[in-house]
């Protein structure tokens, strides 16, 4: 249970901070 949501997590954090990533690099 604890793998899975973490995974879950983990795989939110990583796409948010990569769509973030690429809007700031576009912006900038």
């Known amino acids: 249970m604890t793998g899975d949501k973490s995974a879950e997590t983990t ?3 990583r796409r948010y ?3 973030n ?3 700031n690099w576009r912006t900038q």
């Open 11 to 13: 795989a939110a954090i």
């Open 21 to 23: 990533g690429l809007s």
């Open 17 to 19: 901070q990569i769509r």
